[in-house]
């Protein structure tokens, strides 16, 4: 067997390497939309506590004598 006999079989990696390229960034891209989901719905919830917190202490507005 010489040198001249082996053959690289590039066919088969460029396919796999773009295939395992675009699960990837699907994959991150999901993880990434996954945080700012949670992150977003952690925001809202605490603005939703917040709002009822505040009415009890403002909502007395009469003027004392």
């Known amino acids: 067997m010489e040198a001249s006999d082996v053959v690289f079989l590039a066919g088969e990696w460029v396919p796999a390497w773009l295939g395992m ?9 999901g993880v990434a939309g ?7 719905g952690d925001a809202r919830n605490r ?18 004598h």
């Open 47 to 64: 603005a939703a506590e917040e709002a009822l917190e505040r009415p009890a202490e403002s909502d007395h507005t009469e003027a004392h």
């Open 21 to 29: 390229s675009i699960t990837f960034l699907v994959a991150s891209l």
């Open 34 to 40: 996954l945080g700012w989901w949670v992150l977003r």
